[in-house]
T-cell receptor, first 116, second 115 residues
Framework: AQKITQTQPGMFVQEKEAVTLDCTYD???????LFWYKQPSSGEMIFLIYQGSYDQQNATEGRYSLNFQKARKSANLVISASQLGDSAMYFCAMREGNTGFQKLVFGTGTRLLVSP | SAVISQKPSRDICQRGTSLTIQCQVD?????MFWYRQQPGQSLTLIAT?????????ESGFVIDKFPISRPNLTFSTLTVSNMSPEDSSIYLC????????????FGAGSRLTVL
């Protein structure tokens, strides 16, 4: 079974609007971490935001926020006020356990295109 | 967070040859991770490079094909051996960083094309 599922292969949004990128996960471990990364066409992986399974509040980082719904096992990324530079691939990832072992499992990604 | 320098950034290689990718971190880290991203695909962990011991490989990856060195706490290399077109990918190294090492930071990646 897929541990990380991103059901949207592509998303379109107009500049200055908000967009939500979906991510669901599957784990039986009570301790886990959820990550979102951005990959521009250059290929580098840019860390955006992190949510721990025990965090009480949804994570926020500037224009990025994570809508964490633990019971539904979803960790959607919300980008507010989209910019042209937000056009990229976005990957959701999960780390299971709390061993400090930074092994991530990635979803298949969502390509976001921001139009003027 | 850690700054990772990776080289080469890209290369075009001939079938049957080998290429070594270097990863340099600006701080000492216990573990370094090597990922592969095939065209249009997600990232897959190849192996974990530990200083002072053999690398730990994930299922489907073997040392003969992807030998890894980790001579010190700031440097690692990944060699892609006897390359075929199926090895055309982006290869990325990464390390844990941030408070509590919760964040995995990636190098800029090495984009390999095998002809």
């Amino acid at each position: 079974a897929q541990k990380i599922t991103q059901t949207q292969p592509g998303m379109f949004v107009q500049e200055k609007e908000a967009v939500t990128l979906d991510c669901t996960y599957d784990t039986s471990d009570p301790s886990y971490g959820l990550f979102w990364y951005k990959q521009p066409s250059s290929g580098e992986m840019i860390f955006l935001i992190y949510q721990g399974s025990y965090d009480q509040q949804n994570a926020t980082e500037g224009r990025y926020s994570l809508n964490f719904q633990k019971a539904r096992k979803s960790a959607n990324l919300v980008i507010s006020a989209s910019q042209l530079g937000d056009s990229a691939m976005y990957f959701c990832a999960m780390r299971e356990g709390n061993t400090g072992f930074q092994k991530l499992v990635f979803g298949t990604g969502t390509r976001l295109l921001v139009s003027p | 967070s850690a700054v990772i320098s990776q080289k080469p950034s890209r290369d075009i290689c001939q079938r049957g040859t080998s290429l070594t990718i270097q990863c340099q971190v600006d701080s000492q880290v216990t573990m370094m991770f090597w990922y592969r991203q095939q065209p249009g695909q997600s990232l897959t962990l190849i192996a974990t490079a530990n200083q002072g011991s053999e690398a730990t490989y994930e299922s489907g990856f073997v040392i003969d094909k992807f030998p890894i060195s980790r001579p010190n706490l700031t440097f690692s290399t990944l060699t892609v051996s006897n390359m075929s077109p199926e090895d055309s990918s982006i290869y990325l190294c990464s390390v844990g960083a941030g408070a509590g090492a919760n964040v995995l930071t990636f190098g800029a990646g090495s984009r390999l094309t095998v002809l």
